[in-house]
């Protein structure tokens, strides 16, 4: 896991607050993508990301969510208005480029909603 | 949906080989077997991928028959910290659905003393 790094580790919010989640991908990596783990659940993709394109999204709620991987910068993924139920764990990965390349995950951001 | 199939849990005595089965009857021709595991409380690690050739590397070794219908996962000398969850993902090379991973329910294996 070393390389992708994802901060805050851990985040507390009360419902109808924003969060923000950060990932700076692994060096030389392009490729971003966000996956959301609740409580005693499996890993869920949430959306692929390359510099300034949103790739696939097809795993990210309707309202609420969003992300970015803009030219500069780390990748952001977005909960506004947050309830009880985004609570999760939420991990970021990179890989070189798309299909074909290993994709290396970070340690993860844990998200409380109180 | 993923598309493997893995026993829900299995034990292991410290030591010894742990052989992890993973079922992928419907691999296409451009689809590679991936593992990873997830220790509680981390993120997902990365172990070894292969296409249809035996894989080894410094983690594990990956068998994967010859129709690629299925594979195992070899860790040769389990340790307590292999207690983890493995996930056994087939991902498409090139094209398709831009590599993402899916993950199943994995396979729990508990590493005993």
């Known amino acids: ?114 | 949906d993923a598309k493997t199939t893995q026993p829900p849990s299995m034990d292991c005595a410290e030591g010894r080989a742990a052989n992890l089965p993973c079922n992928h009857s419907t691999i296409s021709g451009n689809e590679y077997v991936y593992w990873y595991r997830q220790i509680h409380s981390q993120g997902p690690q990365y172990i070894i991928h292969g296409l249809k050739n035996n894989e080894t590397n410094e983690m594990a070794s990956l068998i994967i028959t010859e129709d690629r219908k299925s594979s195992t996962l070899i860790l040769p000398h389990a340790t307590l910290r292999d207690t983890a969850v493995y996930y056994c993902i087939v991902r498409v090379a090139v094209g398709g659905s831009q590599g993402n991973l899916i993950f199943g329910k994995g396979t729990k294996l508990s590493v005993k003393p």
């Open chain 1, 1 to 114: 896991n070393a390389g992708v790094m994802q901060n805050p580790r851990h985040l507390v919010r009360r419902r109808g607050q924003e969060a923000r989640l950060r990932c700076s991908p692994m060096k030389g990596h392009s490729h971003v993508y966000w996956y959301r783990q609740l409580p005693e659940e499996g890993l869920k993709f949430m959306v692929y990301l390359q510099k300034e394109n949103i790739i696939d999204e097809s795993g990210m709620p309707k309202e609420r969510f969003s992300a970015e991987f803009p030219k500069e910068g780390p990748s952001i993924l977005r909960i506004q208005q947050v309830v009880r139920g985004d609570s999760a764990a939420y991990f970021c990965a990179s890989s070189p480029k798309g299909s074909g390349n290993t994709i290396y995950f970070g340690e993860g951001s844990w998200l409380t909603v109180v």
